[in-house]
């Protein structure tokens, strides 16, 4: 129930929702960790091993962070979101609103995190923070996307270029695109980014 509301709702309105009882993102958490353990690989793993390649300066921003596993395992700066702030690393607040400041960031990661209704504002967002020349990685369950060139079509708008796509494990994909540009036009002339939800089937 807790997975199909993040996945049929803005972010703003699933971060009311856990704000009012923070501990439904702990009940979330602990169902996402059980589906995990049954995968043939875990996203983060291959997230981390790209940033550990990065030089230690990189700034790096995890927007939905969940636990915050990749600011714990590496030796980069990373600043790490989530709609609650489960543990000391993890500031809480908005994806599409983060407290950072326009293009402070090296790095943007959406790690299995693209869920809500407004995903074109998180990819604003992330255009938003990440300085020219710096990277926007997405790591997502394939079977989410209706056409991988579409998406990648209207993430460009964004001002991104994509310079990387490698689908693996037979269920996931990774995006690396390069911030470019400014976003091309204003906000009303910019791509609807939708994906598929994730809806787990009752039992």
Known sequence: ????QLYTTTGEDAKLVFDEDPELFDVYHRGFAAQVAKWPENPIDRVIARVQTLPEDTVVCD????EAKLAESVKQRV???????????????????????RHTVDVCVFCLSLMGTNVSDFIREARRVVRKGGEMRIYEVSSRF???DVFVKNVEA???KLVFREEFSKMFVE???TAV?????SDTDLPLISLKPCVYKRR
């Open 175 to 177: 995006f690396v695109f």
């Open 1 to 4: 129930m807790i997975n199909q």
């Open 181 to 185: 540009t400014k976003q091309a036009g």
């Open 63 to 66: 927007f939905g962070c969940g």
């Open 146 to 148: 209706p056409s991988f």
């Open 79 to 101: 600043h790490s979101f989530d709609l609650v702030a489960i543990n000391e690393r993890v500031t809480a607040c908005d994806m599409a609103h983060v407290p950072l400041k």
């Open 158 to 160: 964004f001002g991104f």
